[in-house]
């Protein structure tokens, strides 16, 4: 992680004005899911390029939509062979040689397991790293005491989560029902709301207070239940890495336009552009 971060970082130079979503938030999960499944780092523009695909273009028709998801298929077909000929110890050959209940999984459950990896594991660290950098180049008190207290990164890090939540599941009704006095019907979809469980007075003091340093902090951001995400401690390291070198190159910087942070449409929300302007350097 720290090595992708410094690598990314590295490519700005001594830039002043730099885009933290898209030169350098957009770049990390990608990193960590294609190192994770095992994918050659040559492939790593081709894997970006499947990332948009899959995350940002979801206002396309469905048919369009999914004729551009031919190439990436492939690929994940082309990736699963190649890790069958020459096993390597990677999350790719693990799914391949696992068995579950004495057998082996599949060929199409493993691809369906890696490209739920990359959906699940991508634009929602990508999303959460980029609301905590834009949220501290608006509040530099917030950014000071983080740059010189760094133990408080950890429980930073949960209130990033709680307060900034990127993520927003559904559920399918399965019969007709009253839930707590909200009539729902078989076959209707119902959003999850984990961002406003996060806001919920009765649960947090100051709920809608950002305090880096709320030490009770029981959030909703990586869902309840059965399936909670499997990925939030991998999601919370990367987080956590990702800003420590961010602020540990960009000690101070703003936002050099406000009007020009652009956010993601969609269940997952976080900042797609945050021109930042870059105030100090180490
Ligand atoms: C800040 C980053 C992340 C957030 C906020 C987040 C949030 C969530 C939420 C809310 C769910 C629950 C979905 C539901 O109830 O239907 C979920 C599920 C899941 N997440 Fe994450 N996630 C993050 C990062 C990751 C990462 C890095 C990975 C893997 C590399 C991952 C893999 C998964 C998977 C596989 C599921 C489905 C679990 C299941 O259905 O049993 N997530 N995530």
New binding site residues.
Partial sequence: MRTLCAKHLDTLGDRREIDASADYAQFI?PG??AT?LGFPEKDEDLFRDFVHLVLNLVDLLPEVRGAMFLPMAEYFDAQIEDHLQNPRDDFTSYLLNVEVGGQKLAPEHVRG?MV??LI???D??W???GSAIWHLAQNPDDLARLVNEPDLMPVAVEEF?RFY???????MVKEDMDFYGCPMKKDDWVL?G?PAANRDPEVFEDADKFVIDRSINRH?????????????N???M??RVAIEEFIARYPRFELSDPGAVTWAPGQ?RGPRAIPLRVLATN
């Fill in positions: 999960s960590v899911i994770m397991t739920l990896t699940a594991g991508i929602t660290t999303s959460a790293i989560l939540a990127p993520v927003t599941m559904a559920r999850l984990f909703a951001a990586f869902g309840l239940g059965i399936h909670r995400c499997v990925g939030s991998l999601a919370r990367e987080l997952v």
